[in-house]
C-alpha cells in the first residue's frame, strides 16, 4: 500500500534543545497528521494540517510545537525547546482528502529527550 | 469526549484457529472505523475500513460494527504466525478532518 516514510527513526536529544521530525507523505495526499504514543500508552491525536495550515490541534499540542509543509517538501513537526515529558514515538500520517479516507502511517521517529 | 477502549489485552491463538478482537466505542455518532496492525518496529497496516452496520470482509480479516451496542469487532480467519502483531481500533471522530481516536491495542500471538 501506500507509503509513508518517516526521518530519523531515532533522535536522541538534550533537554531545552531544538528538534524537528520529518515526514514525507503519499505523493498525492493532502491531509497530514502527527500523533503521539508514549511507552505503553495509546496513540493521540497532536494535529492535523491541510492547505498550509493547522485544521485541529489537541492539547498534547503545546505552544513549542509547531508543524509545516513548505513547498510540497516535507511535513515536520518542530518542538522548540524540548522537554523531558515530550519523549514519545511520534507518528506521521497523511490522508487524501481526510474525512471518511484512509490514513495511511508511518513508521515512527522515537524520540528520546535525556 | 470519545473513548476507545480494546480487549483483550493480549490473545493467543493456535495457527487456523478464528481470532475475535473487540473493540467498544463511546460516540454512537462516530461515522467511521477502522482496524489497524503494527509489526514490532514498523508502521501501521490498515486492514479493514467500515462505515455502516453490518460485517465488511478484507481478505482474512473481517470488521462487524453494532453502532446501538457501541462496538466494532474484528475476527481474523486462519490466522498465521506472520500474523502475530498489536491490533489497534480506530474511530473517526474529527468528521471532515479525519481526526482518529485509538484504542489500547490487543497484541496477537498466533502459535504453530
Known amino acids: 500500500g501506500p507509503k509513508v516514510l518517516q526521518i530519523p527513526s531515532h533522535q536522541i536529544i538534550d533537554m531545552g534543545q531544538m528538534v524537528t521530525l520529518n515526514c514525507d507523505p503519499v505523493?498525492?495526499?493532502?491531509?497530514f497528521y502527527w500523533y503521539k504514543q508514549i511507552l505503553g500508552q495509546q496513540m493521540e491525536f497532536l494535529v492535523n494540517?491541510?492547505?498550509?495550515?493547522?485544521?485541529?490541534k489537541s492539547k498534547l499540542f503545546k505552544d513549542q510545537f509547531s508543524v509545516e509543509r513548505p513547498d510540497g517538501s516535507y511535513f515536520t513537526l518542530k518542538i522548540q525547546p524540548t522537554a523531558l515529558e515530550d519523549s514519545a514515538v511520534y507518528f506521521c500520517?497523511?490522508?487524501?482528502?481526510?474525512?471518511?479516507?484512509?490514513?495511511?502511517f508511518g513508521a515512527g521517529t522515537r524520540l528520546s529527550v535525556l | 469526549q470519545q473513548k476507545v477502549q480494546q480487549s483483550p489485552e493480549s490473545l493467543t491463538v493456535s495457527e487456523g484457529a478464528m481470532a475475535s478482537l473487540n473493540c467498544t466505542f463511546s460516540?454512537?455518532?462516530?461515522?467511521?472505523f477502522r482496524w489497524y496492525r503494527q509489526h514490532s518496529g514498523k508502521g501501521l497496516e490498515v486492514l479493514v475500513s467500515?462505515?455502516?452496520?453490518g460485517e465488511k470482509e478484507e481478505g482474512s480479516f473481517t470488521a462487524h460494527l453494532n453502532r446501538a451496542s457501541l462496538h466494532v469487532f474484528l475476527h481474523i480467519r486462519e490466522p498465521q504466525p506472520s500474523d502475530s502483531a498489536l491490533y489497534l481500533c480506530?474511530?473517526?471522530?474529527?468528521?471532515?478532518?479525519?481526526?482518529?481516536?485509538f484504542g489500547e491495542g490487543t497484541q496477537v500471538t498466533v502459535i504453530s
Open positions: 480506530a474511530v473517526n471522530t474529527g468528521g471532515l478532518s479525519g481526526k482518529l481516536t
Open positions: 500520517a497523511s490522508s487524501p482528502l481526510g474525512g471518511g479516507n484512509t490514513l495511511y
Open positions: 505523493s498525492n495526499h493532502l491531509y
Open positions: 494540517f491541510y492547505n498550509g495550515k493547522v485544521m485541529e
Open positions: 467500515i462505515f455502516s452496520d
Open positions: 460516540d454512537r455518532s462516530s461515522d467511521n
